[in-house]
């Protein structure tokens, strides 16, 4: 699973940034992007999308398409390929998770 740093506006993955090492710093996961029973707009994107399949990666997915549109709200096709290219999805869903990244750009 990956973090975003708000500040940053990055993802950090998970296994690279032990929790001791974030004491005091901001970051954002997967829990909490939805605000109580409403999705986050990407979340609500990654289901119109059909983006979760099995779901080990989605969380992580899902995390570095919000630090790229938190970057960059209008990213291209290659520049969202390229934000999601450090999760890898053993079903090969990239081009519905990608496509979500889109779509929710596109819906704010
Ligand atoms: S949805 Fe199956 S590994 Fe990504």
């Given at each position: ?6 500040v ?5 993955t ?10 005091g ?46 970057k ?29 990244v ?7």
């Amino acid at each position: 699973m990956n973090w975003v740093s708000p500040v940053r506006r990055s993802a950090v993955t998970a296994a690279n940034a032990a929790p001791v090492w974030m004491e005091g710093k901001e970051i954002l996961t997967i829990e909490g992007l939805a605000k109580g029973d409403k999705l986050d707009p990407l979340q609500e994107a990654f289901i119109q999308n059909d983006g979760p399949q099995c779901g080990f990666c989605t969380s992580g997915q899902i995390m570095s398409g919000k630090a790229l549109l938190l970057k960059n709200s209008q990213p291209s096709e290659a520049q969202a390929r390229r934000a999601l290219s450090g999760n890898l999805c053993r079903c090969g869903n990239y081009n519905r998770e990608v496509a979500a990244v889109l779509a929710a750009a596109k819906a704010r």
